[in-house]
């Protein structure tokens, strides 16, 4: 194995310098022209998984990162083979999580030439990355000096406040000799740590005090215990409310766990205007909550403030009042904030409304799920009440994050809770979830994903990669529920045939046993309840699978009865 003191070819460099950073994970996918890179990677013992298809391997890789909160280099070769990528990185993007994209590259003198499996590689990935390079053919003047500066200046960024994915683009030419001669090196970069002066947060905590009312809103963020506590004294306040989604991995005996819920149930004007706040900081990625956001949205609070700094260089004007933006850590600064509200507690009613719009939300709900039929609610409900705590949960987009945004003022939370609510997509959540339970070793990692999301990317069941320890639990309603749901789409003609899909059948059972997954079924609250036990066994050895079987139209009636309550 070679030390950092050798000299060596461009990839051997580029690995190298990898792991200096303290980056010794990567998924990587079989190609020719990136074979270097990986037989580098690999000689230099990295940990790496091998994966087919570049689009699985890049939210492995996804679910990887933010499950460690360490980078993780992900490696191609030329041609379409980076373009698939692209969902993972633009995740990655808006959810600060670091991803260190290799993709290896044809020499620039055959782009455009007619030559196979050439494109313009360079900038392809430029709008769904922090930053982006191409480094210069290795024989080319001056080129270790650029590759060495280049690399380092993408490494600094993908792990600087906020964190992000980066691109390398890697030409490599098999027609010269190996270019050896490449020297490791490594620029450091002292930053100082991010506060604020102590005259500046006391200014703040009066501007916040009594009487004016503060909502704090948590959307997906990593677990934080710093933030957890800051949030916890903030919310002992009488003038401050902190709600929050599961995605938050947040959790406090003065919470709001399901804001969504709790404003459902205020029916009246009166009891909806008793919510509304003077200021509202939001933390995290994007809120769920279309109940929430249509509160702040109609009747603006006068002040938004922003904690985390702006989205990409953009002012992430969420409900068309932004007023501030704090570009610090939000364990930082909820931190110090938290240490100067203190003082200023005086008589409010706001947090006490927002707690009883909160039990009001729960009961209602808890009615709602017993009462109903078997439905997706009540499996959504029932099945993460079952969950043990030591799980991490991920969750696909669409309807089973919204049942699970509800649901979070009935049930116990998990040790972890994420979906990819970076971009929202329904592409790439059965491989978050399996990279994800590759890096979370303590207990299982369930999934819980829909017919249609489960179509994606099924292919990471036959990758080689799996771990017994993955559950996944697929909601089965025979299409897209969720179009019966969203009031966009839920009158079209074309809804049942051309978006819902409605007949879609997916053969679990078959894939199951071809991947060596253990497989399961439930068609009632009962069944669940039953077969639960041997599903979430963690001593077979075995990935399971299980299909939670509903009815379409049901789903859509309990849901849509709930929602205009």
Known sequence: MMT???????????????????????????????????????????????????????????????????????ICTSGSAMLNYAPALAEALYRDIPLIALTADRPEVWIDRADSQTIRQPSAL??????????MSAGAPDAQRQASLTLNELLIAATAFPQGPVHLNIPIDFTT????????????????????????????????????????????????????????????????????????????????????????????????????????????????????????????????WVVGGMINGCLPDTFGSISTVVDLPAEAFMSQLASAMQPHRAPSTFGDDWRIASDRGASLLRSVVARAPWCGLKAAATL?????????????????IRYACLAACLTDAPHRFDCNRGVSGIDGSTSTAAGAALAYTSAPTLLLTGDMSALYDMSVLASGAIVPRLRIVVADNGGGGIFNFAKPTRN?????????????TLPLSQIADGCGFDYFEATSEAELRR????????????????????DGATDADIINRYYNQ
Request: hydrophobic residues 45%; aromatic residues 4%.
């Open 126 to 135: 430029g709008a769904v990355v922090k930053r982006y390079a191409s480094l």
């Open 4 to 74: 950092a003191n050798d000299t060596m070819n461009l990839p051997e460099m580029i690995v190298m310098t990898l792991i200096r950073r303290g980056i010794t994970r990567c998924v990587a996918s079989p190609g020719t022209r990136n074979a270097p890179l990986v037989e580098a990677a690999s000689a230099a013992g990295m940990d790496v998984t091998s994966v087919v298809d570049e689009r699985v391997a890049a939210f492995m890789a996804l679910g990887i990162a933010a499950t460690t909160g360490e980078p993780v280099a992900l």
């Open 531 to 550: 077969v639960w036990p041997a599903f979430s066994s963690e001593s077979h050895g075995r990935p399971a699978i299980m299909r939670l079987i509903t």
């Open 492 to 504: 079209l003609a074309c809804r049942p045939a051309l978006l819902e899909h409605k007949g879609l």
């Open 177 to 304: 000799d190996p270019q050896s001669g490449f020297t490791p090196r490594l620029v450091d970069i002292i930053e100082p740590e991010p506060a604020l002066t102590v005259a500046r947060t006391r200014q703040l905590g009066c501007l916040l005090a009594s009487p004016r009312k503060v909502l704090i809103a948590a959307g997906g963020y990593p677990p934080a215990e710093k933030l957890n506590r800051a949030l916890a004294r903030l919310a002992e306040l009488p003038n401050v409310a902190v709600v929050t989604e599961p995605t938050a991995n947040l959790h406090g005996r003065l919470f709001i766990p399901s804001p969504e819920a709790a404003i459902i149930a205020s029916a009246d004007t009166t009891q909806l205007d008793r919510l509304r706040p003077d200021v509202v900081i939001t933390v995290g990625g994007a809120l769920v909550s279309a109940k929430l956001k249509g509160l702040l949205r109609h009747k603006p609070a006068p002040e938004h």
């Open 384 to 400: 993460l009440g079952l969950v043990p705590k030591r799980w991490n949960v991920q969750v696909s987009n669409g309807m089973n």
